[in-house]
């Protein structure tokens, strides 16, 4: 398995707290992924990063920020976090090369109060 | 913009019979194709990928995968099935610039 570890695994916050989770990788993959998992929407794209200090919008980023200081650090930002902000929210890793997948975290379950 | 459809949201199938998940894609491009398999509380697995040449792909646990570039198509198969493999299945399409785009998943329960 891809050497990723997302932190935390569950966490319970309050509406406008700002809260942040974090990616971390070992295998040196330039590319890195924020994705959300709901019901019936499948997995959407927050933000990714393609570089140290490189980072995108995915098609679901407003009230999201990430940063990436360096390569195996990925980090994903709720500034003011709401309750449909409740989620799973995968980390994702990949080689910046044509056959290369995507590997996943184990996710980190969000519950906003 | 390309996008990834799963018609079935959920299927049930017994143990031991075959199965297959459809997925249709929208791209203006070669399309990179994949499919991923998630147990409850866990993250995905990679299952199998398709990039060119021969258009039926095998897979891990026993999966393959054809593509039919004229029907937009990526359908996933599995000729008999074990009750481990009742999860939840997504296919995805990546982009040029390394994004993946995912159908909303079928969810597969195996009746013994």
């Known amino acids: 398995d891809a050497g990723i570890t997302q932190s935390p695994r569950h966490k319970v916050t309050e509406t406008g707290t700002p809260v942040t989770l974090r990616c971390h990788q070992t295998?040196?993959?330039?590319?890195m992924y924020w994705y959300r998992q709901d019901p019936g929407h499948g997995l959407r794209l927050i933000h990714y990063s393609y570089g140290v200090k490189d980072t995108d919008k995915g098609e679901v980023s407003d009230g999201y920020s990430v940063s990436r200081s360096k390569t195996e650090d990925f980090l994903l930002t709720l500034e003011s976090a709401t309750s449909s902000q409740t989620s799973v929210y995968f980390c994702a890793i990949s080689e910046a090369v044509d056959n290369s997948p995507l590997h996943f975290g184990n996710g980190t379950r969000l519950t906003v109060t | 913009a390309q996008s990834v459809t799963q018609p079935d949201i959920h299927i049930t199938v017994s143990e031991g019979a075959s199965l297959e998940l459809r997925c249709n894609y929208s791209?203006?491009?070669?399309?990179?194709l994949f499919w991923y398999v998630q147990s409850p509380g866990q993250g995905l697995q990679l299952l199998l990928k398709y990039f060119s040449g021969d258009t039926l792909v095998q897979g891990i646990k026993g999966f393959e995968a054809e593509f039919k570039r004229s029907q937009s198509s990526f359908n996933l198969r599995k000729p008999s099935v074990h009750w481990s493999d009742a999860a939840e299945y997504f296919c995805a399409l990546r982009s040029n610039d390394y994004k993946l785009s995912f159908g909303a998943g079928t969810t597969v329960t195996v009746r013994a």
């Open positions: 295998e040196n993959h330039r590319y």
């Open positions: 791209y203006g491009a070669t399309p990179y």
